[in-house]
């Protein structure tokens, strides 16, 4: 008999619990990727377990005699060392599973990472060289269930990252949820901004959040110099113009730049700066021009010019007293203008400096002053072309011998002839004749002539008829009928000046004594000694007098002298007489002696003052009594002068 087991349905109690369970894990599973705005699952990723061994044993590395070592087994495939301070040389064989890496022997960080694992890292500690350290790195069977939110973000915003174990790349800011708790590398980038690798570790308990600060590669540059030029250069660039304004910022790449401001008529300006991330660097140049001011100060002049350091000479306008810009240097100058003698020499020009030039012009020419007798009289010279004076009775004159006319109205013109000399100032005074006296002079010119006869007891004497010079000793000349000066002149002696009238055919005898008188001098020096001598020309009457005046001096001193000790005198013999006891009474008695002394010394010196005064009077008297002077003295004989004229005869007696 056939039987048949019945089937049992897969929803009976044990069927359907299984079946349940299943469904329940294929849920939980595929709900994150279906429900809309969940993020993306991160792989998950392994950790790996470093444990440090002591083996004790001692790598020499060959070549690295004096650094640290890492040794490394690990059944980890592509595992990667790297340290904080640097990796001097990787030694590794990953196929053998062995990994050695040379260090620096100081205390430093060392990181593992490998794909698939998170990173692991440790601290070295102390490390010397030579020294060796084993590790063994196996990875963890522990896998990561957890999950939690994450939130990233950067200043500034908009900065692209991505997350080692997360496909796609994200923006700043941006949330993650409901990913795997594990620690994450995270990679974020923004031009011009350096990158930063940040690590995070997701927290299963609370959201996480990761600020990142992203360095700028980048800086400011504000230069405040106007209307010049900027040039840049790096070790890597070659130098290049950049436009700028001058105290507004210039954006640059963060590094060192060499820097040159150029300026027309200033010295150019270089240097270094440095840029610094997200910094404003300030700029201030003051640029050194290239030229400076000159100021002249001389009128209506021509300002010429030649650099000493090369160059023709050139003509360089210029208003008196305002500056005028011109190129730093030395420079050769001439300063010239008419009828004034030109002015050359050296002057420097500093930069961002005034120089002054104020030479004194010598004139070329004279000057001529005339006085004269007319009214309103006017100068001109027919040969000259100097430039014109603001002052009626002054002309200038070229140098050399010029004719100068001075006219008048109603007086004859007179014609002078002077001898210019450059600078040099000639005045001069000038009798204009009247019309009226010239028509009287030509009529006394038909008149008969007179004889003037002028004489002196000195030979060489000069006579002078109206200030020109006719002869010595005694002349004879024929005269219009007219008045007339006649000065005799001697070196040694004093002058005679006379006016003598000579009528028409009249005969004029004029002798003139310049000879000293004896009497005269004698009584002189008996007035005051010593100008008897002066008298007749003898120097030593000055001796005589100042000898005269130094006793009378000292005379009338030692009296006032005198008078002062007798008083004093009188007054100590008072207190004596007065004196209450016997040490007063010896006091004042030494002080009677003392004045005393004091008045006979004064009345000695009055007496000295005397005799010395009395010897000069005597000596002097003597000298001009005996010795006589060097052309001795007049004669004191009688004279007689006599004149003829139409008048008659004229007789003249002089004793």
């Known amino acids: 008999m056939h039987s048949e087991t019945p089937l049992e349905s897969p929803f009976t109690a044990p069927g359907a619990l299984f079946a349940s369970l299943w469904l329940f894990v294929m849920c939980a599973l595929l709900l994150p990727a279906l429900l809309p705005g969940s993020a993306a699952q991160a792989q998950v990723l392994r950790q790996m377990e470093v444990e440090r061994v002591t083996n004790n044993r001692a790598f020499v590395f060959q070549d690295y005699p004096g650094y640290a070592a890492v040794y490394i087994e690990s059944s980890i495939p592509n595992l990667s060392i790297a340290s904080n301070l640097d990796v001097i040389a990787d030694l590794s064989d990953p196929a053998s599973g062995v990994y050695r890496v040379i260090i620096l022997p100081r205390p430093q960080a060392l990181y593992f990472r490998a794909p698939g694992y998170m990173e692991a890292r440790m601290s070295t500690g102390v490390l010397n060289a030579r020294q060796v350290i084993e590790l063994r790195i196996d990875p963890q069977d522990r896998s990561i269930t957890d999950t939690g939110d994450l939130l990233i973000r950067s200043e500034p915003s908009g900065a692209a990252f991505t997350v080692e174990g997360l496909p796609g790349t994200y923006s700043t800011p941006h949330s993650f949820t409901n990913i795997i708790a594990q620690t994450y590398n995270i990679r974020v980038e923004l031009p011009d901004h350096e990158t930063k690798h940040v690590i995070v570790r997701v927290d299963p308990l609370r959201p996480t959040v990761r600020d990142v600060v992203l360095t700028p590669t980048f800086g400011f540059l504000n230069l405040n110099t106007p209307n010049a030029t900027l040039f840049l250069a790096t070790d890597e660039v070659p130098q290049y113009r950049v436009t ?65 350091a090369g160059g023709d000479e050139r003509l360089q306008p210029y208003q008196r007293q305002q500056p005028v810009q011109i190129d730093a240097g030395t420079y050769s100058f001439r300063i010239q203008r008419n009828f004034f ?37 006017q100068l001109r010279a027919t040969d000259s072309n100097a430039p014109a004076t603001n002052n009626r009775s002054e002309i200038n004159l070229e140098r050399g011998l010029r004719t100068v006319v001075v006219s008048a109205q109603g007086y004859a013109d007179l014609s002078l002839r002077v001898n210019a000399r ?45 200030g020109e010079r006719r002869g010595q000793g005694e002349i004879s000349i024929s005269v219009v009928p007219d008045s007339y000066e006649v000065e005799v002149r001697h070196p040694h002696l004093s002058r005679q000046k006379i006016r003598v009238t000579v009528g028409s055919a009249a005969v004029v005898d004029q002798n003139l004594v310049l000879l000293p008188s004896k009497g005269q001098a004698v009584l002189l020096s008996a007035l005051l000694p010593g100008t008897g001598h002066l008298y007749t020309n003898r120097n030593r009457g000055y001796f005589y007098l100042a000898g005269a005046a130094a006793a009378a001096g000292f005379t009338v001193w030692a009296r006032f002298d005198y008078l002062a000790a007798g008083e004093r005198y009188e007054n100590a013999q008072l207190r004596y007489q007065q004196a209450s006891s016997l040490e007063d009474a010896a006091r004042f008695r030494a002080d ?53 004229g139409p008048q008659g005869a004229s007789l003249t007696l002089r004793f």
């Open 341 to 377: 003698q030109p002015v050359s020499g050296n002057i420097t020009i500093r930069p961002g400096e005034t120089s002054f030039l104020a030479p004194e012009l010598s004139p070329d020419f004279a000057t001529l002053r005339v006085r004269a007798n007319a009214p309103n009289f």
């Open 422 to 466: 450059p600078g040099e100032r000639i005045d001069t005074t000038v009798v204009l004749e009247s019309l009226a006296a010239r028509q009287d002079r030509q009529r006394r010119e038909q008149l008969p002539r007179g004889i003037l006869n002028v004489s002196t007891d000195m030979p060489d004497a000069e006579i002078f008829i109206n």
């Open 244 to 308: 700028y304004t001058p105290n507004r910022s210039i954006r640059l790449d963060t590094g060192t730049y060499s820097y040159r401001i150029s300026r027309p008529n200033y010295e150019d300006e270089t240097g270094r700066f440095t840029i610094e991330p997200g910094r404003t660097s300030m700029l201030e140049v003051s640029l050194r021009p290239t030229y400076g001011f000159l100021v002249v100060n001389t009128p209506d002049a021509q300002l010429f010019l030649r650099n000493t």
């Open 592 to 644: 009677v002696l003392k004045e005393f002394g004091n008045q006979s010394t004064a009345y000695d010196n009055m007496m000295l003052g005397l005799a010395v005064f009395g010897g000069v009077y005597a000596v002097q008297m003597l000298d001009v009594l005996i010795l006589r002077p060097r052309y001795g003295y007049r004669d004191s004989r009688q004279t007689v002068q006599a004149g003829f």
